[in-house]
């Protein structure tokens, strides 16, 4: 009898053990399902400041920066001309090391009077100047670019999820490459595909650039420096300074362009 009696309790111990592991993982799985942050509520702008080329911070000059059927949209339809109004939207809190992830697709819209190398052409900024610091008529904010490139139809390829470097610089294979972008290794995409983009940062020490779920570029030692930024405050471009955290922003720059599903994860 005591043995029997010993044999069930041993069965249920074992259960329980089972059950607890279990219930562990699904805890586990819970919280890592979890800890991705919504960035875009996919109904307003709320959490976001615009600031765009000759306006000061927070004028969505022309309603630039609007949001329609679940998207955020770069969109001219109140422009009569361009003007060199380059803008960027920022999520108001700055981030060090995560996993973004993003959907975007261009439109058809383009500015005739916007440079020529803006055609299919925007960007996801990152390890950015606040919105805040950036004078009414400096053109771009000091930053990291995730460059989004876009098919052109004239046979030539046109990678996406490159990397561009205004008022910044970047490490690649090992030494400071001195061009102001470097391309990915990705295909080259349809204007109106709807695509996935990803960043993984990890402060200055490595970033990797993703593209429909493939690692397409990786860099580091992320620093301020360099040319192609103008107007800026002299006391925040402190060439040699590393980049280890910074804002995200979405950029607008004569094209037009949506974005959806916007999320992050912190990273250690």
């Not at 010993?6 to 993982?25: D, M, P, Q, R, W």
């Not at 989004?148 to 990678?159: F, K, Q, V």
Request: aromatic share 12%; proline share 4%.
């Amino acid at each position: 009898m005591y043995k029997k009696i010993f044999k069930s309790i041993a069965l249920l111990a074992v259960v329980l053990t089972v059950l607890s592991c279990v219930s562990g993982v699904s805890k586990k799985n819970e919280t890592t399902a979890n800890d991705w942050q919504i960035l875009f509520n996919g109904k307003n702008l709320d959490g976001w400041t615009v600031k765009i080329h000759h306006h000061d911070v927070g004028d969505n000059y022309a309603n630039t920066f609007r949001v329609a059927d679940g998207k955020i949209q770069v969109n001219y339809d109140d422009y009569t001309n361009f003007n060199e109004r380059f803008g960027h939207l920022f999520y108001n809190k700055p981030f060090s090391s995560y996993h973004l992830k993003f959907e975007y697709r261009f439109t058809d819209q383009w500015l005739n009077d916007a440079p020529e190398y803006t055609y299919r052409n925007s960007g996801v900024m990152f390890h950015s100047q606040g919105p805040a610091t950036i004078l009414k008529d400096q053109d771009w904010p000091i930053s990291i670019e995730y460059q989004i490139l876009a098919d052109e139809e004239n046979g030539n390829p046109r990678p996406t999820g490159n990397v561009c470097t205004p008022g910044t610089e970047v490490f690649y294979q090992g030494e400071m490459d001195p061009r102001h972008c470097i391309n990915s290794a990705s295909l080259t995409y349809p204007w109106e595909q709807w695509m996935s983009g990803e960043l993984i940062v990890y402060k200055d020490s490595l970033i990797i650039h993703v593209v429909n779920g493939d690692t397409v570029l990786q860099y580091n030692k992320t620093q301020i420096g360099g040319g192609v930024v103008n107007g800026f405050d002299p006391a925040i471009k402190i060439d040699g300074k590393p980049l280890t955290e910074g804002y995200i922003a979405l950029q607008s720059e004569g094209q037009g362009i949506e974005f959806r599903e916007i999320k992050i994860k912190t990273l250690d």
